[in-house]
């Protein structure tokens, strides 16, 4: 079964998301309609190619185009970086030598895609991008809405721009490969989705949670689909991030990202935002916004999923340093997504910062509670 989704932006912008099992077998047949080229270059990771490129590569070949080349990286979030798109760039001049139109298939996880996307925004003004998430984070998050970009100088996602793909497609069975704790990382964004936008999505989480990491197909495909329709409608509403609505996205990502830069890494993505959920429900709570019950609902549902409730090996003030240097602080005042109820945000600037660190204080822990 195949699930369409439009991200409808308008201004000829509109792309479709397919998802399903088995879909890239169908490749060709989606992605010629759109013509966006007649020659290929796929942008991957080592990993990832070792896994699925040949594969990828011996569906695209029964489409004739006239070549395809690869980029691939080395993988891991240290090689989003200026050095592989530099890489990337001398591969794609060398090849625009030839008079071929190229487009650019993105073949990885959130690194491939970010990276690769920005290689597209950049490359000839603008070249035509095809989005193959492989990661559970790739699919609910970063593989859809166009913010696309690199690292620079230590410092996550700092360099980028919107370039929207002209497809995505997801085939699930990509996942059956990836770690465990990819996927419980990933499960944090689609928390936050549920959370905000879906106690639906939400409470079906919590029921299909053992499900999910024994690849149950079907519950993936809705977990997905779900996450899909709720991010692309947010997208649809707030492309560029201006209007303070695609804002909502970045609940638990206030404090999340000072966590996980504070830990050097150590922490997944997916395992800071459980906390940072976790420390902007307790803010929300102690300012009287949300209700007790509500913040343990969801704090239940992060511990079902194995997502940490605290952290360990972080202090406060380094904490706190990498919070004031949140890019979405644009007035200098600090700014947090908070929720009134299970799909009632609210946002909230210059919360004091003596409540922030009491907050966080209580979420780090001595001992070592996850691993
Ligand atoms: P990732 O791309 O590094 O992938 C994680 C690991 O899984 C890598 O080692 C990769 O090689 C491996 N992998 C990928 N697919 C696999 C598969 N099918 N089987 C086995 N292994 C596989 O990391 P990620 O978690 O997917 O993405 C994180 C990145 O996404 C960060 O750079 C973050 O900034 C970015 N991001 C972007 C957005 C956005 O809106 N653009 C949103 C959220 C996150
Ligand atoms: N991942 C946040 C956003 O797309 O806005």
Redo the contacts with the bound molecule.
């Keep these: 079964m195949v699930e369409k989704i439009k991200v409808k932006l308008g201004q000829g912008k509109d792309y479709d998301i397919s998802v399903g099992s088995g879909i890239i077998k169908d490749i060709n047949i989606i992605i010629q309609p759109l013509k966006l080229g007649d020659s290929i270059f796929i942008i991957t990771?080592?990993?990832?190619a070792k896994?699925?490129l040949d594969k990828l590569v011996s569906i695209l070949k029964k489409g004739n185009y006239k070549e395809i080349r690869t980029g691939i990286i080395p993988?891991?979030?240290k090689y989003?970086n200026f050095d592989s798109y530099k890489n990337l760039l001398g591969k794609l001049v060398e090849y625009n030598k030839k008079p071929n139109k190229i487009f650019i298939i993105n073949l990885?996880?959130?690194?491939?895609?970010?990276l690769g996307?920005f290689v597209a925004h950049t490359f000839k003004r603008g070249t035509k991008y095809v989005q193959i998430?492989?990661?559970?984070?790739?699919f609910v998050?970063?593989g859809?809405?166009?913010?696309?970009?690199i690292?620079f100088n230590d410092t996550?996602?700092i360099v980028g721009g919107f370039c929207q793909p002209a497809v995505v497609i997801g085939d699930i069975d990509?996942?059956?490969?990836?770690?465990k704790k990819?996927i419980q990382?990933?499960l944090a964004?689609v928390v936050k989705y549920g959370v905000i936008h879906s106690e639906k999505l939400l409470n079906f989480l919590g029921e299909n949670i053992e499900k999910v990491f024994n690849f149950d197909k079907d519950v993936l495909l809705k977990i997905v689909t779900e996450s899909y329709k709720i991010k692309a409608d947010i997208v649809r509403q707030d492309e560029f991030d201006t209007k303070g609505i695609r804002v909502s996205l970045n609940y638990g990502h206030t404090i999340g990202h000072a966590i996980e830069a504070a830990s050097k890494y150590r922490y997944?993505?997916?395992q800071a935002v459980a906390v940072g959920i976790l420390c902007a429900n307790d803010i929300a709570v102690k300012l009287g916004l949300l209700k007790k019950e509500v913040a343990d609902k969801i704090e239940n549902i992060i511990l079902k999923i194995g997502l940490p409730d605290k952290i360990t090996g972080c202090n406060i003030n380094n904490i706190m340093k990498h919070f004031w240097s949140d890019k979405k602080f644009i007035t200098g005042k600090n700014r947090f997504v908070f929720i009134k109820d299970i799909g009632r945000v609210i946002i909230k600037e210059d919360i004091d910062e003596k409540l922030i660190r009491e907050i966080i204080r209580k979420r780090i822990s001595k001992n070592n509670l996850y691993k």
Excluded: C, M, R
């Excluded at 990771?45 to 990832?48: A, G, H, I, Q, T």
């Excluded at 990509?174 to 770690?179: G, P």
């Design positions: 990771d080592s990993k990832v896994l699925y993988d891991g979030e989003k990885g996880g959130g690194v491939i895609g970010d996307g998430p492989t990661t559970l984070l790739a998050d970063s859809i809405g166009g913010k696309v970009g690292d996550k996602n990509f996942l059956e490969t990836l770690d990819e990382s990933a964004e997944k993505h997916g």
